[in-house]
């Protein structure tokens, strides 16, 4: 594909003429991606085969991210969030970024990590030593349980033995390493924990208690980088200025939680759009941020040798294009298609991408103007919606609104009755 994702006024387009710049830019026909514009049609018996006493489904927007150029390749980044401003940012950021060359990415395989956990073992450090040597035994078993995994070229690939120990307790961990390629790989690796822990219990002389996947998916980083130009910035103070925004991020955990949920702005409504597990990317996401001992930064900021704003990301993201609501969902089906990845390795790698882009935006706004400015507009319109405004009179009363500088209820309302008294 080689159509630009720089779509100039894209923003400026009402969905319907947005619906077909996607169908244009992807080769793919309007029917392909009608469940992006119509994601609720047929659903009700899908949800019901998703999950237990369904009795409906719930609609959040789905918006699309310009400007995303990724190793060379343009891509149209679907994004569901109910929060304003989240699509825009990330757009306008991609847009900065393209001026270098956009985003450089990069990952280790997609190896997960089960845990078989193993209590009452009388010599734990014995034990651990006999695990270690039935390597070869372990993973041949792991892998007789997932061929068409093993076909595909994933597989197991390592064991670890850990022992945890606190004043009360105490157990012998096995991690079984998966190399999952195309899944999330919760539902593949949680077979193989199962199906391994007689052989380890006993090899172990211990009692297997839990056998399931492990969130902290450390094995499956993905990292994503970018040079921001200093002049498209706003200027050196700027560059200065989120700088300084990071390192307040990299020094303090109370920043620091903000700084990533602004980074998971982005990501999370990746993933959801694409119908990956949001909870499991968010988990392993935040116990990264505190690998360390102490919650820091996921992302990085510094000045190059020519003034301009460098970032980078580092986190494990378990994403998947098989199993779970991505084969389910027809939204998400539709979202995978448009952004056309071959390889869930791909996916994460946009993803970490969309995620540098929504933190870096939302450290401009907070090192220049702030963060309410960018989201006073489409705040207000919520505003004036829940004041009782309709649509005729929605655009007056947001203006009045901005214009007065209190988006707030109340606000709204009075403004509301002046308006249809004929005094404002
Ligand atoms: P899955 O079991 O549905 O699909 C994976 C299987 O698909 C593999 O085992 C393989 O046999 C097959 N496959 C076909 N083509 C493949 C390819 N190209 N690459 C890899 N495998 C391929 O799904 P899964 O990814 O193992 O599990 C994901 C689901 O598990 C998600 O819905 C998640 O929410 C759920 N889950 C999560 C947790 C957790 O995060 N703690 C726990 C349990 C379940």
Redo the contacts with the bound molecule.
């Keep these: 594909m080689n159509a630009s994702s720089r779509i100039p006024g894209f923003y400026k387009l009402d969905p319907e003429a947005r619906f077909q710049k996607l169908v244009e830019f992807s080769g793919l026909s309007a029917d392909e991606l009608r469940p992006l514009q119509q994601p609720d049609a047929g659903m009700s018996s899908i949800a019901n085969r998703m999950i237990e006493n369904a009795v409906g489904t719930i609609s959040i927007p789905l918006g699309v991210a310009a400007n995303f150029l990724v190793d060379g390749i343009d891509y149209l980044v679907p994004m569901a969030t109910e929060e304003p401003s989240v699509v825009a940012a990330a757009s306008n950021a991609a847009l900065i970024a393209r001026e270098n060359g956009g985003f450089h990415a990069s990952s280790t395989a997609p190896v997960m990590i089960a845990q078989v956990q193993v209590m009452d073992v009388a010599d734990p450090r014995g034990a651990r030593l006999r695990l270690l040597e039935a390597r070869e035994e372990l993973l041949t078993l792991a892998d007789a349980q ?1 061929p ?2 093993v076909k ?1 070229g ?1 597989g197991a690939r390592d064991i670890e033995v850990r022992l945890i120990e606190s004043t009360d307790f105490r157990c012998l961990v096995l991690h079984l390493h998966v190399d ?11 077979t193989m924990a199962e199906a391994l822990a007689p052989r380890v219990a006993a090899i172990a002389r211990g009692r297997s208690l839990l056998r ?2 492990s ?1 902290k998916a450390d094995q499956r980083l993905v990292r994503a980088r970018a040079v921001f130009d200093a002049g498209k910035l706003g200027g050196t103070e700027v560059v200065d200025g989120i700088v300084e925004a990071y390192r307040f991020a990299a020094a303090d955990p109370y920043r620091a939680a903000t700084h990533n949920k602004g980074i998971m702005n982005g990501i999370s409504a990746v993933v959801l759009a694409t119908g990956n ?1 949001t ?2 990317i968010e988990a392993g996401a935040h116990c990264h941020a505190c690998r360390d001992g102490r919650y820091t930064s996921l992302s990085h900021y510094e000045k190059d040798a020519d003034g301009n704003l460098v970032g980078s990301i580092e986190l494990p993201l378990a994403l ?6 991505t084969r389910t969902h027809p939204a998400a089906q539709a979202a995978v298609k448009l952004l056309a990845v071959r390889s869930a390795v791909q996916l994460a790698e946009v993803t970490a991408a969309v995620g540098l882009a929504q933190n870096m935006a939302a450290l401009r706004a907070l090192a220049t103007e702030g963060i309410q400015r960018g989201h006073m507009s489409l705040h207000a319109r919520n505003v004036a919606a829940n004041a009782g405004a309709t649509e005729a009179e929605i655009g007056v009363l947001v203006g009045r609104l901005v214009a007065d500088g209190h988006v707030r209820l109340d606000r709204a309302q009075e403004l509301l009755a002046r308006i249809r008294a004929g005094e404002e």
Excluded: H, P, T, Y
């Excluded at 998947?320 to 609501?325: N, R, S």
């Design positions: 997932d068409l995994l595909l994933g999952v390629r195309d899944a999330m790989g919760a539902n593949a690796v949680n399931i996947l969130n597990d909870r499991a998947g294009l098989v199993g779970g609501a």
